[in-house]
């Protein structure tokens, strides 16, 4: 059986991943795609327990390492029990966040660079990367100021302006080491024209 493709949708805050996450489903379903939607940190019973760990704000600082290893952790048990069952069986996987941003926003954010994010990739994952990475990009002050408007922000959503240029930066860098499977949708444009650019890139996907 022909293995499903993998689409992850990647981003600093306030970019529009969720509502344009629906957009592609809706675009996969008019072909008549087996897809099964899912996120990270998170996607399994004990995943989304990891993800309560990390998007909460607690008394005890979460060191950068505890963060990091909590991610995988997480994506460890997404990738055996969701994203791997789903592509063997020829389903497509439309994912909101995977390893990327772990690059962009512990590597990038915190500072940890890339090369033990590297070594526990490969640990975890072996070759599974995604076949399309769609990267909603925008000036770090609109995202964050569309994340405010929707309210209270957590423990990643309350970092500084300094820490998501960071992963922005990351996000962008990673874009240009990984140009074929990486699509950059500006996502400071009207959602028109973000959905026009995404349309495209799931269409050069299909065509594959």
């Not at 629906?22 to 990891?50: H, M, S, Y």
């Not at 990327?100 to 500072?111: H, I, L, W």
């Not at 660079?113 to 640990?123: D, P, R, S, V």
């Amino acid at each position: 059986m022909k293995l499903g493709r993998f689409i992850t949708l990647e981003g600093c805050e306030g970019v529009g991943k969720s509502t344009n996450l629906r957009f592609v489903e809706t675009l996969l379903a008019e072909r008549q795609v087996d897809v099964v939607v899912t996120r990270e940190p998170g996607g399994t019973e004990l995943a989304e327990n990891i993800r309560q760990l990390l998007l909460t704000k607690h008394h005890e600082n979460i060191t950068p390492e505890a963060e990091l290893l909590l991610m995988f952790a997480a994506r460890s048990q997404h990738i055996q029990h969701v994203i791997l069952p789903a592509l063997q069986r020829g389903a497509w996987v439309l994912c909101d966040r995977f390893t990327d941003a772990t690059y962009a926003y512990q590597g990038g954010g915190r500072n940890m660079g890339t090369e033990t994010i590297a070594w526990l990739e490969q640990t975890v994952q072996g070759d599974l990367r995604p076949d399309l990475t769609l990267l909603l990009d925008a000036p770090v002050e609109t995202g964050m100021r569309r994340a405010r408007n929707r309210g209270l922000l957590d423990r990643f959503e309350s970092e500084q302006l300094d820490f998501f240029d960071r992963v922005r930066e990351a996000y962008l860098q990673r874009a240009h080491l990984y140009p074929g499977r990486y699509a950059i949708i500006d996502a400071a444009s009207p959602l028109s024209e973000v959905q026009r650019q995404i349309r495209k890139a799931i269409d050069d996907l299909y065509a594959r």
